[in-house]
């Protein structure tokens, strides 16, 4: 890969936005129905960035080919060692390699903010997904039967896990 990953500002929510959009739209992938705006996504990097959390975009030259991000597992402060982590690539960019070299970043920025565990949630089926999370060592921790409506269909959830 030629891509280059590296911390995303604000800025770069225009570039975001319809990546994200087109798996709120075409897929089951994220549970959000409603398109998201350039300001709500500015608002997500900004709050990811004042949680002291990661959240990277890879280029191709001009071109913003995708995003990963680490986000709070849960608030409570017993958690706080704890994060998600979540990654969407633009669909053209897709079997190439650039998911594992984005996750792979994410992965050590997220040890580098001294947490020790990384859970990765999955609407199932989602077999590309699940080769990206146990091929960097996430381990299958959980599964939740018919917890997501979208597009007239029931789906599941896979949660995996990696201990930093």
Known sequence: MNAIARSADEQDAARIVPIYNHYVAETCIT????????????????????????WLVAEEGSRLCGYAYASKWKGRCAYRFAVEATIYLDPECTGRGLGVELYSALIDAIAAASMRSIIGG?????????????????????????VGFKHERWIDVGYWQRQL
Do not use: W, Y
């Open 31 to 54: 549970f959000e129905t409603e398109p998201v705006t350039q300001e709500d996504m500015a608002g997500r990097i900004r709050e990811t960035h004042d949680n002291a959390l990661p």
């Open 122 to 146: 999955i609407a199932l089926p989602n077999d590309a997904s699940i080769r990206l999370h146990e091929r960097l060592g996430f381990k299958k921790v959980g599964h939740f039967e018919r």
